[in-house]
């Protein structure tokens, strides 16, 4: 078969050897089963999540957690978007060619090692938010098929002695991010760009690394939040239309 080159880097149907062989192995996968699974998990009977940004199928929740004063709160998205699918999702949000394009509080990214085709670990430095000093974040992610017609991205901070934390002017931040995709289309009929729909979990935890005023970082998040998703799936919706459809 003719593959464009752009369906060769799309996520691969199962994970790669040389990630196996690496020493952050254990961890990356340990994380991501959790993270996954826990992404699927509804926030419906749970205490504790509350709405606070709902667009067409689009819902945003949170719960508000603070240690020592510093603003932890975890965050749960669902959405739904029709016309791409979980593979072309998780390919858009995992590949670095296309970050500057969706992604709206970056200011710079490194990609510090190639692991695998299916990982990577970055050096992220954030638009500086007013009264706040500029964060940076240092973090691996590895993109997955899990089961069936679901792909995910899980991004985890982690440490490396060439970019050691808070050694410029800015502060180190701490991530745990899962991005989790799975496509539905009608029984008995094969997927199309028409029928196909994918939902949308998305989980963020930010530990802020250092002082950052609550209040400032709670309207932040309340307003970056549902504007990246929005944007997102939008970029990815655009990016897909005239291509043929990835599963
Ligand atoms: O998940 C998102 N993006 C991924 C690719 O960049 C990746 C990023 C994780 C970092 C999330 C940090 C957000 C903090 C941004 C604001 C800077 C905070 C300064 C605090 C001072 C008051 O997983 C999309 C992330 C969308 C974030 C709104």
Redesign the pocket.
């Known amino acids: 078969a003719v593959h464009t080159r752009d369906q060769i880097e799309l996520p691969p149907p199962a994970i790669d050897n040389r990630l196996t062989v690496h020493p952050l192995w254990p961890e990356i996968d340990r994380i991501s089963t959790e993270q996954i699974q826990a992404a699927f998990e509804g926030v419906g009977g749970e205490i504790g999540w509350q709405l606070f940004a709902e667009e067409g199928d689009m819902r945003m929740y949170r719960r508000e957690v603070e240690v020592d004063g510093m603003v932890m709160d975890p965050l749960k998205a669902m959405h739904k978007v029709r016309g791409v699918s979980a593979r072309e999702m998780c390919h858009y949000f995992f590949n670095p060619r296309y970050?500057y394009e969706w992604?709206t509080?970056?200011e710079q990214m490194t990609i510090v090692e190639e692991i695998s085709s299916d990982a990577l670990v970055f050096h992220?430095t954030?638009?500086r938010?007013w009264p706040?000093s500029q964060?940076d974040?240092l973090?691996w992610s590895h993109v997955r098929a899990s089961s069936e017609n679901t792909f995910a991205v899980t991004?985890h901070s982690t440490t490396n002695t060439e970019y050691p934390a808070n050694s410029s002017a800015c502060i180190r931040?701490f991530?745990t991010?899962c991005?989790a995709c799975r496509s539905t289309y009608p029984a008995g009929e094969q997927p199309t760009r028409d029928n196909i729909t994918t939902s949308i979990a998305y989980c963020?935890t930010?530990n802020?690394g250092g002082w950052?005023?609550a209040g400032?970082?709670r309207a932040?998040?309340k307003r970056?939040?549902p504007k990246?998703l929005k944007r997102f799936t939008g970029y990815v919706v655009d990016q897909c239309k005239d291509k043929p459809l990835a599963i």
């Open positions: 970050r992604e509080t970056l992220q954030f638009k938010i706040a964060r974040a973090f991004n931040l991530v991010v991005l963020s930010v802020p950052a005023p400032v970082l932040v998040y970056e939040y990246f």
